[in-house]
């Protein structure tokens, strides 16, 4: 049976959009009990928190204001993703691929 570590984020398909999720220990408010088949058709139940509707580049919405950030490259070649709403900003840094970067902001939820 496929094992997962608690935390590890899963993509998984509601309403016909991608939500990301994120395994918990136990039932608490949103969380959902979501059903894995893994690779060898094995089922099981894992209790899983939603944290959010990924957009087309595999991102998820700013915790403040909902809009979804905007990537560029600094002055350096690294990448970056930012939300510069009216008031706030908020940033993961700067990384050397665009997926790093991905990570970095949705680790953040």
Not at 54 to 78: K, S
Request: with cysteine.
């Amino acid at each position: 049976m496929e094992k997962r570590k608690l935390g590890e984020q899963l993509v998984i398909t509601v309403d016909k959009k991608k939500h990301l999720m994120k395994e918990v220990e136990g039932w608490e408010n949103h969380i959902r009990e979501v059903c894995i088949v893994n690779e060898s058709g094995e089922v099981r139940m894992v209790f899983a928190k939603d944290l959010g509707i990924l957009n087309e580049g595999g991102l998820l919405p700013c915790p403040f204001c909902g809009r979804y950030p905007e990537h560029r490259i600094d002055e350096f070649g690294g990448h970056q993703l930012f939300c510069d709403g009216e008031s706030h900003y908020c940033s993961v840094g700067s990384f050397k691929t665009e997926q790093e970067a991905i990570d970095e902001w949705n680790k953040r939820a």
